[in-house]
């Protein structure tokens, strides 16, 4: 039997999908105590962008940040991105940063994904899903948002549109410590 390169090509595609899949589940069942959760401290990370450039969330520290798990098998994280990126646009005068996490892909697809869908905002690459271990990704896209001082103030899994990044950013400026 021969496979020919486009067959191979997508079912090699598909093995990738389902075994991330299956990593996702197995994150889910973590014990809960493990987890993240809002009024905590965001775990500070340093991951690389496609070209190597080493982000930090270090340097987000005074600024309102969501950090946005996501990956382009997901059909919801790519409807998603243009209106994300819209929103960045438009919010990025207001102290507010975002710092995208591709779950699992390669640089060369994260790349093009960039290149497709004209992103401004860093985004970095979890190859190996240390973070998204760490933060508790169970579904994607997950969103973080942590407020000027680090601390984690929402989570949201699923879609997030301009009018509720913006209510968040209103809740987290007014927010009494």
């Given at each position: 039997?021969?496979?020919?390169?486009?067959?191979?090509?997508?079912?090699?595609?598909?093995?990738?999908?389902?075994?991330?899949?299956?990593?996702l589940?197995?994150?889910?069942?973590?014990?809960?105590?493990?987890?993240?959760?809002?009024?905590?401290?965001?775990?500070?990370?340093?991951?690389?962008?496609?070209?190597?450039?080493?982000?930090?969330?270090?340097?987000?520290?005074?600024?309102?940040?969501?950090?946005?798990?996501?990956?382009?098998?997901?059909?919801?994280?790519?409807?998603?991105?243009?209106?994300?990126?819209?929103?960045?646009?438009?919010?990025?005068?207001?102290?507010?940063?975002?710092?995208?996490?591709?779950?699992?892909?390669?640089?060369?697809?994260?790349?093009?994904?960039?290149?497709r869908y004209?992103?401004?905002?860093?985004?970095?690459?979890?190859?190996?899903?240390?973070?998204?271990?760490?933060?508790?990704?169970?579904?994607?896209?997950?969103?973080?948002?942590?407020?000027?001082?680090?601390?984690?103030?929402?989570?949201?899994?699923?879609?997030?549109?301009?009018?509720?990044?913006?209510?968040?950013?209103?809740?987290?400026?007014?927010?009494?410590?």
């Amino acid at each position: 039997m021969v496979i020919h390169g486009e067959f191979k090509v997508n079912i090699l595609k598909y093995l990738s999908i389902t075994i991330l899949f299956f990593v996702l589940i197995l994150f889910s069942c973590n014990n809960d105590k493990q987890r993240i959760k809002v009024g905590q401290h965001a775990p500070d990370f340093s991951l690389y962008t496609p070209e190597r450039e080493k982000i930090s969330t270090k340097k987000y520290y005074g600024k309102y940040l969501l950090i946005h798990f996501w990956a382009d098998w997901c059909s919801q994280c790519r409807a998603e991105f243009p209106k994300l990126e819209e929103s960045y646009r438009n919010l990025r005068d207001r102290n507010f940063e975002i710092v995208a996490v591709n779950v699992g892909q390669s640089a060369g697809h994260v790349r093009e994904f960039i290149k497709r869908y004209h992103i401004s905002f860093p985004m970095v690459m979890d190859g190996d899903l240390r973070m998204s271990k760490i933060y508790g990704v169970t579904g994607l896209p997950t969103n973080y948002f942590i407020n000027d001082k680090g601390i984690i103030f929402k989570i949201i899994i699923g879609w997030v549109n301009e009018q509720q990044i913006l209510k968040i950013l209103e809740e987290m400026k007014n927010e009494k410590v």
